[in-house]
T-cell receptor, first 117, second 114 residues
């Protein structure tokens, strides 16, 4: 399967612990996005990368959240000092931007479901 | 505040009948417009998009969407619904300025009854 993959698929942690999620995008895609989705809501934009550069970051992303894409390939999203309100599905998506088409559709991974106890 | 509205939490339609899932948006500029679908236990999948040009765009699985600039709407349509179309549908807009932030609607659950 050459789609977007995320690891782990499920994570249960205790409040105050740090967690890290990984996303592997489609290999030729230069843009990578992170979203958070809670029950009954659409995905909420968190941040996005063009290659290794983090170009946009939502105000939803508090100082406890950090994302990296060190070599312009896979990305990690870390949440420090988790809170119960962080419980959600964390989605990763990737897309290909070209000079002729600066914006194309996003391909989503299956998500990582985080439960903070 | 910039937002996307899907006014119906749920749409029910009989198989073979036409369906419409509504979407309106309030954002600055002229955004890119998308529809995504989420089947049970599967990730979000792209359905169709409007970038520029003809107001009626065609997508996967026989779906189409009509862009109306004056009403800032992008309604999803299909002439004849199938039971297998039952899923959760999300409208999304991507801003062309200030970064490519994407805003999703809350989703509309479509039930197609045999």
């Amino acid at each position: 399967d050459t789609g977007v993959s995320q690891d782990p698929r499920h994570k249960i942690t205790k409040r105050g612990q740090n967690v890290t999620f990984r996303c592997d995008p489609i290999s030729e895609h230069n843009r990578l996005y992170w979203y958070r989705q809670t029950l009954g809501q659409g995905p909420e934009f968190l941040t996005y990368f063009q290659n290794e550069a983090q170009l946009e970051k939502s105000r939803l992303l508090s100082d406890r959240f950090s994302a990296e894409r060190p070599k312009g390939s896979f990305s990690t999203l870390e949440i420090q000092r988790t809170e119960q309100g962080d419980s959600a599905m964390y989605l990763c998506a990737s897309s290909l931007a070209t000079e002729s088409q600066s914006y194309n559709e996003q391909f989503f991974g299956p998500g990582t479901r985080l439960t903070v106890l | 505040a910039q937002s996307v509205a899907q006014p119906e939490d749920q749409v029910n339609v009989a198989e073979g009948n036409p369906l419409t899932v509504k979407c309106t948006y309030s954002v600055s500029g002229n955004p890119y417009l998308f529809w995504y679908v989420q089947y049970p236990n599967r990730g979000l999948q792209f359905l169709l998009k409007y970038i520029t040009g003809d107001n009626l765009v065609k997508g996967s699985y026989g779906f189409e969407a009509e862009f109306n600039k004056s009403q800032t709407s992008f309604h999803l349509k299909k002439p004849s619904a199938l039971v297998s179309d039952s899923a959760l549908y999300f409208c999304a807009v991507t801003l062309r300025t200030g970064g490519f932030k994407t805003i999703f609607g809350a989703g509309t659950r479509l039930f197609v009854k045999a």
